[in-house]
């Protein structure tokens, strides 16, 4: 290749360096080994091979690793894409410890590897303390990768990989401030205050930066049509945009940058991306990640001299010796007694064993000791982290499967040993109901259809028998009972995020309803109960003070009014996804009960919580329905507009697929109609017709007013707006005003010998005291709000100098009133 420009030859090298890795990730595949530790394997051998092999060398030379490659190039990938897929609530629930371990623990890492090192070896006791820091970033990538592979306990796999993410920023932070202080010399109490002050000014400073940036991508991503090249492009400047600024022009933690960006797309921002998209960002993401993971590991074996390493053995051994001395004082000392302190879960001895012994070293610590300034311990150091790192990963990276299985945590959750069982059964039940499909043509040997049914029935009683013995060795029936009310809530967030694609739900309805289902997941996981959220009352008092106050404020009233009926229509549209999500559960539930492998207590347990909630939420809506009618038909005619919308578009897309209509009138036709779907996308409620001239007109007085004398009176009308049984005339009080319903609805009552006669309700559009416009202002019934309500009303005062200033009007109003009374003596 020496005819080959360098860019070629650059090219050349990395995809073979590719074609190395896919090639050792078959052979992990098949040989169940560490991908990772295999990478660092070949790499080796390539450093080995390569003064013999001109291609080798010159790829050795090519990609010498540097922390800069590291930092700007993988680094970005690696934290994204952890983070975008983090389990939140478990990082939540988990907190305490994860940040215990990412900050005092790593500080305490720090201190106990610098003085152990300090003690043994000839340097200076701030070095020491480099080198300490720079040796307690964990690098969990193979641990991780084993437990996705073998489903290990979540809780478990949370509190690894949180405190690699978060305490591989706080390590560069802390080896910053370490090298500031050994550059000047001298460690005072000025320097450690500052230093403490700057460490949390970096972590919080790139945390807040990213958390802002995700936020404004995840709107951009809601604003635009959902589209794969768009949406992955918009992440991967996110990722690497975040961490370049954070670190270049902000100076602050790119990494906690980074973390923070990922967190807020995976958690707030998901939402926005389609779920076709999510698969295509999902895959783009692991395939990336696994590309620079794949290159790191080479590169990291590609780094090691064994001929250095060999010089400096007997120091090797000591720093090894520091790190698991300090890592199981962290795991098994420091945890321990912050969990008592806080009063947190505490963490069982086969998870604090694996923590310990699964805190592997990776590409941090070389990016941090590649990156040291000139110094005279760098050559030793970069020897020391680099031999640290490769037992890491050959010795603890390659024995923590056996490890896990000693400990007896190779096992997937029951949840999940369950879930395979059944499909196994479900499996040959459904090749059952098929194998008749085979046999009607008469061409299938009907000898192996017995045989193959003979099988599946072998299968059959073999996975009852299994659920059977799972049950009678490692299930209590709460805990069964746990186990299918979650999975019964995993499926009701499938079908809201579902309905939000399809556009049955708005986001703010959506997140409302996750977030429910997500507080009864953890309430249920780790308090084995339910919270309860559904108070079918809470409407009544939510923000009702706040209106009441800003009503008084003439300038404000339409800015609550819109509050209102946003709140209104939100809590009908919550009430609404309520109903549809139980309904979805109860009819999937009745299937399952035709499944032997849950017992029929539990489905009927879990099935009549499902119809409780169920019967809420129809009360809630039958309530919400009476209150707020024209609410409710906004709602609805929006919901039935996209449902046909919605079939408009698949009637398109088969049109196209059959190739009836021209591909490109297709694709018109799709994108027009995805405009207008996504136009009724958002708030169910959109502005209510609240015209007070379309409300005159409807008034038996005003109906045969020409439009200029609508639109005056229209000009004076005032606004009123009423809480919940609040009174609007009560009875025997004087009145001289017209009122005309525009929303909620109002009722007429009268109180006689005492007792009280409810005599009608008034819904919006209605009117009453049209007698007290034009003559007597003493009635003799109240009227009172049933609901939240809004009302025009016109005074007799501002009526007559109407009347008075506009001679046609007086005559059509008298002339109105003539007739109103005529027609009112007719019917007597």
């Not at 098929?434 to 299938?444: A, I, S, T, Y």
């Not at 706040?546 to 003439?554: E, P």
Request: with cysteine.
């Amino acid at each position: 290749m020496d005819s080959l420009s360098p860019v070629v030859e650059l090219v050349g090298i990395i995809f073979t360096l590719l074609l190395i890795a896919l090639s050792v990730y078959q052979i992990s595949r098949r040989t169940r080994l560490p991908f990772t530790v295999l990478l660092v394997l070949i790499g080796i051998v390539i450093s080995s091979l390569s003064n013999s092999v001109p291609l080798l060398a010159k790829a050795e030379a090519a990609f010498s690793i540097s922390p800069d490659l590291i930092l700007f190039v993988f680094l970005p990938a690696l934290i994204f894409e952890s983070s975008y897929g983090l389990n939140v609530n478990q990082l939540r629930h988990n907190s305490v410890l994860i940040m215990t371990l990412a900050i005092p623990g790593l500080l305490l890492s720090t201190g106990l590897i610098g003085v152990i090192v300090w003690l043994a070896l000839d340097i200076d006791l701030i070095a020491a303390l480099l080198l300490g820091a720079i040796l307690s970033a964990t690098d969990p990538v193979a641990v991780i990768a084993l437990f996705r592979r073998i489903g290990a306990p979540g809780r478990l796999s949370i509190l690894i990989e949180g405190e690699s993410l978060f305490n591989d920023a706080t390590a560069l932070v802390l080896s910053k401030i370490l090298i500031g202080v050994l550059a000047a010399g001298v460690l005072s109490g000025q320097a450690v205050s500052n230093g403490i002050m700057y460490f949390f000014i970096l972590c919080a400073g790139g945390l807040l930066f990213g958390i802002i940036a995700g936020y404004l991508t995840s709107q951009l991503i809601g604003w635009f049509d959902s589209d794969p090249i768009l949406d992955i492009g918009l992440t991967s400047v996110l990722a690497y945009l975040s961490f370049l600024i954070a670190e270049e022009l902000l100076h602050v933690s790119g990494i906690m940058a980074t973390l923070g960006a990922g967190l807020t797309i995976g958690t707030w921002g998901r939402l926005r991306i389609a779920s076709s998209v999510r698969a295509y960002l999902e895959q783009f993401w692991g395939t990336l990640a696994f590309g620079a993971n794949s290159l790191l590991f080479l590169l990291l074996g590609l780094q090691v001299n064994l001929l250095e390493l060999a010089s400096v053995w007997d120091l090797v051994l000591w720093v090894i010796l520091a790190m698991l001395v300090s890592r199981a004082l962290v795991v098994f000392a420091l945890l321990p007694l912050v969990s008592r302190l806080f009063k947190v879960e505490p963490i069982g001895a086969g998870y604090r064993f694996i923590m310990f012994w699964g805190g592997l070293r990776g590409a941090i610590a070389l990016a941090i000791v590649l990156s040291l300034p000139e110094y005279p311990f760098k050559d030793l150091f970069i020897a020391l982290v680099t031999g640290a790192v490769l037992f890491t990963l050959l010795v603890q990276g390659l024995t923590i499967k056996p490890a896990m299985r000693m400990m007896k945590l190779d096992l997937p959750p029951m949840v999940d040993q369950l879930a395979l069982i059944e499909r196994n059964m479900l499996t040959h039940q459904r090749a059952l109901q098929r194998m008749p499909e085979l046999q009607k043509g008469g061409l299938f040997s009907s000898r192996v259809a017995h045989r193959l049914s003979l099988n599946s029935h072998q299968a059959i009683t073999l996975a009852k028998e299994q659920i059977d013995q799972l049950r009678l060795q490692q299930l209590t029936q709460d805990e069964e009972l746990n186990l299918f009310f979650l999975r019964a809530l995993a499926e009701e967030k499938a079908y809201y995020i579902d309905m939000y694609d399809r556009g049955h739900l708005s986001e703010s309805t959506a997140r409302r309803l996750l977030a429910i289902l997500e507080l009864q997941t953890d309430t249920l996981r780790y308090e084995n109960g339910f919270h309860r959220v559904n108070n079918h009352h809470r409407y009544e008092y939510i923000e009702h003070w706040l209106f009441r106050l800003l009503d008084n404020k003439t300038l404000l009233r339409g800015i609550v009014e819109r509050l209102r009926v946003s709140h209104i229509g939100h809590y009908y549209e919550t009430a609404w996804g309520h109903f549809q999500g139980s309904n979805h559960i109860i009819h999937s539930l009745e299937r399952i009960m035709g499944l032997e492998s849950t017992p029929p207590e539990i489905v009927h347990q879990v099935l009549q919580q499902y119809r409780d909630w169920n019967t809420l939420a129809v009360n809630k809506l039958y309530r919400l329905n009476n209150d707020f009618p024209e609410i409710a038909l906004l709602t609805q005619e929006r919901l039935g507009k996209r449902i046909v919308l919605l079939a408009e578009l698949e009637t398109t897309r088969e049109q196209a697929r059959l190739g009836t209509i021209p591909k490109g009138q297709a694709e018109d036709i799709e994108a027009d109609v995805d405009r207008r779907l996504n136009s009724l996308r958002g708030q169910p409620i959109q502005k209510l017709k609240d015209d007070p001239e379309l409300l005159l007109a409807r008034v038996p007085l005003f109906a045969n007013l020409p439009p200029r004398l609508i639109q005056l009176i229209a000009q004076k009308c005032e606004v009123i707006t009423l809480e919940k049984h609040e009174y609007l005339i009560r009875q025997g009080t004087h009145n001289n005003r017209l009122f005309i319903v525009s929303r909620g609805n109002v009722r007429l009552e009268h109180r006689s010998s005492g007792e009280e006669h409810r005599l009608s309700t008034l819904i919006a559009g209605d009117s009453f005291g049209e007698s007290a416009l034009l003559g007597d202002g003493n009635p003799d019934l109240s009227v009172v709000a049933q609901t939240p309500s809004r009302l025009y009303t016109l005074s007799r005062s501002e009526l007559r100098k109407l009347m008075s200033l506009d001679a046609e009007l007086r005559e059509l109003i008298m002339h109105s009133d003539a007739q109103q009374k005529n027609l009112h003596f007719r019917h007597l």
